[in-house]
């Protein structure tokens, strides 16, 4: 059976999670970095990770190693997101296709050759961030793809109009300008940020485009009559017919030339249509060849009551900036993943939805007595031996020598087979496959070279002091040196997941992440 997924199905889906994103009484998605040392010899990496990156791979296994190896993540809110459309810049000479609703594969766009209108370029934005729809491009008997585009539009008007006195034969309607602040955070060289909340918006600008557009409120559905064929024998008269069909109250002035239609143009554009023809029975008594004519039937309500289905709004876009302002994300770490959770649980609940602004999904330890800090490589393996337990091990993601916090991460790679990295059985499975965590009980801590130290188990809290002048935020919260992952091992739900060459921080860098889901 022939079945498809349609356009709007997926213009809903990108709606569904732009609102649930913005309900934080359920949902919170982070976007977060993990994986900061991916070219080690281990489960889930690659020694030439960073010339050959390895695509994700989708199953829960792999996800869940993503999970282990996270280092951090920063809260998404309906701010950071923004519903995206394919970017159509304005330039002169240009030929725009005008909207229409029944592109298909049996009547393809003119220009582009688009079976589908959101693949069409029927909209533009100018060089001052407004964007238009492209109501007429001046087709014609003559021009059937339409002309070239003199006049950029720059009006803000409420009614479709010409952008300039060329007579290019353009009608533009304007929608929306992108916001300054929408500029700077989430425009780029491909893609048009809208606005948010476009149905709901009190914006004083977005509701007069909104209202205008509504043919429930001002009964002006339908903009423009295609003529497909001008037909002959037609009366030689000016004439006010209507647009017949499901809708009512649609009328247009039909001119005819050497008893051809020559020109068609809607004088009230009525409401309620999903399809429509004009009546020209009373013109039409001596006709040889009949006139197709063609109502463009804009989107439901008019042209700017919905510009998500008007534009084909079916990617989201969601921003993400991480800096130095805190600990939690180190300044010195690495990462060579970039992905999205969904709803992590706190740590000390199994069940309570983790809402702060931002987590650490590392360990961390406070030390003493340090020996050789400039040996804490990020990558490198700790150890520490626990009496009457085993020896607890993990791979170093950060280590402050002003404040000798050491953070870490446990992940299988430690635990599983030496040299093939998977559950194959070896001799030596139960002493070397047990995870152990690290612990106030136990010895110095020790790494793969010289670094080492000790458990500060004198230290429970959240900030330290490193001189007389300055005290430290550590991010999480610290009992006898000890911090545990703010987040549980496990939790939440990994919707996005981007391999890539990997990043290493320093402490004037900040990361801008933009991630675009299409739907």
Same mark, same amino acid.
């Given at each position: #059976?022939?079945a498809?997924?349609t356009?709007?199905?997926r213009?809903?889906?990108?709606?569904?999670?732009?609102?649930?994103?913005?309900?934080?009484?359920?949902?919170?998605?982070?976007?977060?970095?993990?994986?900061?040392?991916?070219s080690?010899v281990?489960y889930?990496?690659?020694t030439n990770?960073?010339?050959n990156t390895?695509?994700?791979?989708?199953n829960?296994?792999?996800?869940?190693?993503?999970?282990?190896? #996270?280092?951090?993540?920063?809260k /998404?809110?309906v701010?950071?997101v923004?519903?995206?459309v394919r970017?159509?810049?304005w330039?002169?000479?240009t030929t725009?296709? #005008?909207?229409?609703?029944?592109?298909?594969i +049996?009547?393809?766009?003119p220009?582009?050759?688009?079976?589908?209108l959101?693949?069409?370029? @029927?909209?533009?934005?100018n060089s001052?961030f407004?964007? @238009?729809?492209c109501?007429?491009?001046?087709?014609?008997?003559?021009?059937?793809?339409?002309?070239?585009s003199?006049?950029?539009?720059?009006?803000?008007?409420?009614?479709p109009s010409r952008a300039g006195?060329?007579?290019?034969?353009?009608i533009?309607?304007y929608?929306f300008?992108?916001?300054?602040s929408?500029?700077?955070?989430?425009?780029?060289?491909?893609y048009?940020p809208?606005?948010?909340?476009?149905l709901?918006?009190t914006n004083?600008?977005i509701?007069?485009?909104?209202? *205008?557009?509504d043919?429930?409120i *001002?009964e002006?559905?339908i903009?423009k009559?295609y003529?497909?064929?001008?037909?002959?024998?037609?009366?030689?008269?000016?004439?006010e017919?209507?647009?017949?069909?499901?809708?009512?109250?649609?009328?247009v002035?039909?001119?005819?030339?050497?008893?051809?239609?020559?020109?068609?143009v809607?004088?009230a554009?009525?409401? *309620?249509?999903?399809?429509?023809?004009v009546?020209?029975?009373?013109?039409?008594?001596?006709?040889t060849?009949?006139?197709?004519l /063609?109502?463009?039937?804009?989107?439901?309500r008019?042209?700017?009551y919905?510009i998500y289905?008007? !534009?084909?709004a079916d990617?989201?876009?969601?921003?993400a900036?991480?800096?130095?302002?805190?600990?939690?994300?180190?300044?010195d770490?690495?990462?060579?993943?970039?992905?999205i /959770?969904k709803?992590p649980?706190?740590?000390g609940?199994? +069940?309570s939805v983790?809402?702060?602004?931002?987590?650490?999904?590392?360990?961390g330890v406070? !030390?003493t007595?340090v020996?050789?800090p400039?040996d804490?490589g990020?990558?490198n393996?700790?150890?520490?031996?626990?009496?009457?337990v %085993?020896?607890a &091990?993990?791979?170093?993601?950060?280590?402050d020598?002003s404040t $000798?916090?050491?953070?870490?991460?446990q992940d299988?790679?430690?635990?599983?087979?030496?040299?093939?990295?998977?559950?194959?059985d070896s001799?030596?499975?139960?002493?070397?496959?047990?995870?152990?965590?690290?612990?106030?009980?136990g010895?110095t801590?020790t790494?793969?070279n010289?670094?080492? %130290?000790?458990i500060?188990?004198? @230290?429970?809290?959240? &900030?330290?002091?490193?001189?007389?002048?300055?005290k430290?935020?550590l991010?999480t919260?610290f009992t006898?040196?000890?911090?545990l992952p703010e987040?549980n $091992?496990?939790?939440?739900?990994?919707i996005? !997941?981007?391999?890539r060459?990997r990043?290493?921080r320093?402490p004037?860098q900040k990361?801008?992440?933009?991630?675009? !889901?299409e739907f």
């Amino acid at each position: #059976m022939a079945a498809i997924v349609t356009d709007q199905f997926r213009i809903l889906n990108a709606s569904n999670f732009v609102d649930s994103v913005s309900d934080t009484n359920n949902n919170s998605y982070y976007v977060f970095l993990s994986l900061p040392n991916p070219s080690v010899v281990g489960y889930g990496r690659s020694t030439n990770w960073d010339s050959n990156t390895p695509s994700p791979v989708d199953n829960l296994d792999y996800l869940s190693h993503v999970k282990d190896t #996270m280092v951090f993540g920063k809260k /998404i809110t309906v701010n950071d997101v923004r519903r995206l459309v394919r970017r159509v810049d304005w330039k002169q000479g240009t030929t725009y296709e #005008m909207y229409r609703h029944d592109y298909s594969i +049996s009547n393809p766009s003119p220009k582009t050759n688009s079976t589908r209108l959101y693949d069409s370029n @029927y909209y533009v934005m100018n060089s001052d961030f407004r964007v @238009y729809v492209c109501i007429d491009n001046g087709s014609s008997i003559e021009f059937p793809s339409g002309k070239a585009s003199s006049d950029e539009p720059t009006f803000i008007d409420l009614e479709p109009s010409r952008a300039g006195e060329s007579n290019d034969g353009y009608i533009w309607k304007y929608l929306f300008t992108v916001s300054p602040s929408d500029i700077i955070k989430f425009d780029s060289i491909e893609y048009i940020p809208l606005p948010n909340n476009w149905l709901t918006s009190t914006n004083a600008q977005i509701q007069s485009v909104r209202e *205008n557009g509504d043919s429930l409120i *001002n009964e002006n559905q339908i903009k423009k009559i295609y003529i497909q064929d001008q037909g002959s024998g037609y009366n030689s008269t000016d004439a006010e017919l209507d647009i017949i069909g499901d809708g009512e109250g649609g009328k247009v002035i039909v001119t005819t030339t050497n008893n051809k239609i020559t020109k068609a143009v809607v004088s009230a554009g009525g409401k *309620n249509y999903s399809w429509g023809r004009v009546n020209l029975s009373t013109i039409n008594s001596g006709a040889t060849g009949f006139a197709h004519l /063609i109502p463009i039937i804009p989107p439901s309500r008019g042209h700017g009551y919905d510009i998500y289905n008007e !534009l084909g709004a079916d990617k989201v876009l969601i921003y993400a900036r991480f800096d130095d302002s805190t600990k939690d994300f180190p300044v010195d770490t690495r990462f060579a993943q970039i992905g999205i /959770i969904k709803n992590p649980t706190q740590v000390g609940s199994a +069940s309570s939805v983790f809402t702060e602004n931002q987590f650490s999904n590392l360990g961390g330890v406070k !030390l003493t007595s340090v020996a050789n800090p400039t040996d804490a490589g990020v990558g490198n393996q700790i150890f520490q031996t626990i009496a009457g337990v %085993g020896t607890a &091990t993990g791979y170093i993601a950060s280590y402050d020598s002003s404040t $000798k916090v050491l953070k870490y991460y446990q992940d299988r790679s430690l635990y599983y087979n030496d040299n093939s990295f998977d559950q194959k059985d070896s001799k030596t499975v139960v002493d070397e496959s047990t995870k152990v965590a690290f612990s106030k009980d136990g010895g110095t801590i020790t790494s793969t070279n010289t670094f080492s %130290g000790a458990i500060d188990v004198s @230290y429970t809290g959240i &900030t330290t002091t490193v001189s007389a002048t300055k005290k430290v935020n550590l991010a999480t919260q610290f009992t006898e040196g000890i911090a545990l992952p703010e987040i549980n $091992k496990g939790s939440g739900e990994i919707i996005y !997941l981007d391999n890539r060459p990997r990043v290493s921080r320093n402490p004037r860098q900040k990361e801008d992440i933009k991630i675009i !889901l299409e739907f």
